[in-house]
């Protein structure tokens, strides 16, 4: 399958920017437990990553825990040209910033219709593999995010209409929505709530690395949310832990890929009722509760 014919403006998430009131305490999290390794760091700054992307997560000292942006990764050399054609032509504002963060030269910045800023980047991965040792529990990669927003349609029209996600599954009688923008059964996903972030996942290799993260959350007298467990949407191996801040920390394996697009069909969960954990217990009663706001952009 050609990929830049079904996707020819994203192919993945690539990073998050999050602010957070205590840096310092976050760095450290991210390493020690997430397994991260940190490849850059100012006073008010870090950029950390799991090896294939330059960085993956961006941590902002600020006053409050937040969302800042989202990151995509572009397609190929003519996705950020396309991209900004097709906002040009639907009138939506957006910012073109050259070499914003290290290794990546260029960036489209725009907002959505729920007020999350999305930023398509080029030259998003390195040019050689990171080696690094940690003794955290090191994941493949970044792999998605699950937005809150008040109103799901306007948001996964405009996912669909100007970056070519597709609809992967719904759930909750319309209140979440999985969305693709490769074979990976989703990328972004979308659930009702006040606008911000509810938690972001990492893929790893297979079911023994979920035994290495609850020793190591253990070890740090930490314990996970929810989980180990199957979903139904995507069919992924989850646990969730929560981060400092609130937000929650997926870690997935296994999740659906989808070979053919063409005779893909999305489902609905919503009448199933172990669609969550196909394998037995559902969230705690506080589960859509974590997660953080967006940052209010002055």
């Given at each position: 399958m050609d990929q830049a014919n079904h996707y020819p403006i994203t192919r993945s998430l690539a990073y998050l920017?999050?602010?957070?009131?205590?840096?310092?305490?976050?760095v450290e999290?991210?390493?020690?437990?997430?397994g991260l390794h940190l490849v850059g760091r100012s006073a008010d700054i870090a950029y950390l990553t799991s090896g294939e992307r330059k960085f993956e997560l961006l941590l902002r000292s600020g006053a409050a825990a937040g969302v800042q942006q989202i990151g995509l990764e572009a397609s190929n050399e003519d996705s950020l040209p396309l991209l900004k054609s097709r906002l040009k032509d639907g009138s939506i504002p957006f910012s073109e910033l050259s070499d914003p963060y290290p290794g990546i030269t260029r960036v489209l910045q725009f907002i959505g219709p729920s007020g999350h800023v999305f930023e398509l980047a080029e030259n998003s991965n390195r040019s050689e593999r990171l080696f690094y040792s940690t003794p955290g529990v090191r994941p493949r990669r970044l792999g998605h995010a699950l937005l809150k927003v008040e109103d799901l349609a306007p948001v996964e029209d405009f996912l669909v209409q100007y970056l070519n996600f597709r609809v992967s599954d719904r759930g909750l009688?319309?209140?979440?929505?999985?969305?693709?923008?490769s074979e990976i059964h989703h990328?972004?996903?979308l659930i009702k709530g006040a606008p911000g972030l509810h938690h972001y996942a990492w893929e790893v290799d297979?079911?023994?690395v979920f035994k290495q993260l609850g020793d190591v959350l253990r070890s740090h007298g930490r314990q996970l949310v929810w989980g180990p467990g199957r979903h139904g949407p995507g069919s992924n191996l989850f646990t969730y832990h929560a981060d400092l801040n609130g937000t929650l920390v997926e870690y997935f394996a296994d999740i659906l890929r989808v070979e053919i697009e063409e005779s893909y069909q999305w489902k609905d969960w919503s009448d199933i009722p172990e669609w969550n954990n196909i394998w037995g217990p559902m969230p705690p009663a506080n589960f859509r509760d974590y997660g953080m706001p967006l940052i209010e952009r002055s």
């Open positions: 920017a999050l602010t957070v009131p205590d840096l310092q305490a976050a999290e991210a390493q020690q437990i997430n009688n319309g209140e979440i929505v999985w969305l693709r923008c990328s972004i996903n297979d079911w023994a």
